[in-house]
């Protein structure tokens, strides 16, 4: 681990740690954090923005790291799908802060330029694109695309985006740290936040019930999910292999790579963890490790090492769906936004 890589977990070790951590030192740099956030807010909100045709749901987070929200986005596609929408999804795209214009995603695309959440994604067969810019974002899909619903891929925060319904995803095990804000704690906003958002969902496992997290947050109308996974595929062809088990190198560079061990350790793997940093650019040496042991990823991870993966390479899909006392009152809200067709 590199010295780089030591102190952000250090710090990410402080963050979630129950007695405290060393972060709490820098108490006064996250009142200035909040401050200056209440500030951008307020500016943004109060400024002329752009109107969106079509209904705008952001499925985010108030936390840095990963909580789950991917899968969130892929079941409401299929939600959407399946409700005979014509849904599209904007996405920053990670890395892609200097492009200067809407990039439009396939499953082939580069994910070293387009992002690696995107290019998994695209696999849903809607519209995407990534853009820093969000608004711009917006404006391409609706541009170019029969879109009647946006979905946008994180963006809670992207304030310049005018949205209908907001969603924000919570990782069960982690919720919100120590609640403070960077860089004391993981909070991008306040935690008062949640009490603006539509709803509010936690990424939590089966077997914890959702009143646990209803006491904790102080907020009864929350939902839960799981993520559920399916068999593993073979990063090089997408092929579906058969069951083994066993001792095997477990890759993942994820925003808590400890909860993927955690799955491959319930599902029965011997696991030997390999953590990187979120949107580790993989390399090919990154995965030999001097054996013929199976190596298992994330499939965000599997889309940026597909052209040099070996057989003994697999990745877990996941798979989440929408609770469902959230789905009909998703469903209201995006029904009473929808444009009014002008008379004939």
Known sequence: MSLRQRFNQSVIDSWYNPNGGWT???????????????????????????????????VGNITVGGTGKTP????????????GYRPGIISRGYGTEHQEDSVVVTVDSDPAIVGDEPV?????????????DRVRGAKHLCTHFDCNVIVADDGLQHYNLQRHIELAVLDGQRLLGNGFCLPVGPLREPQSRLNAVDFVLVNCPEAVSCEVYEQRLERSDLSCFSLVPFRLRRVSDDHEGAAFSGRVHAVAGIGNPDRFFSTLKSLGYDVIPHPFADHHGFAEEDLNFGDDLPVIMTEKDAVKCRSFAGDHHWYLPVTTELPDKLIDSLLQMIEARKPVAPDN
């Open 72 to 83: 969130v986005v892929s079941a409401l596609i299929h939600l959407l799908k399946e409700q």
């Open 120 to 132: 998994m994604l695209a696999k849903l067969q809607v519209p995407l694109v990534v853009d820093a």
């Open 24 to 58: 709490l030192w820098l108490k006064p740099l996250s009142a200035i954090f909040s401050m200056l956030a209440e500030y951008r807010k307020h500016r943004y909100l109060d400024s002329v923005r752009w109107t969106p045709p079509v209904p705008v749901i952001v």
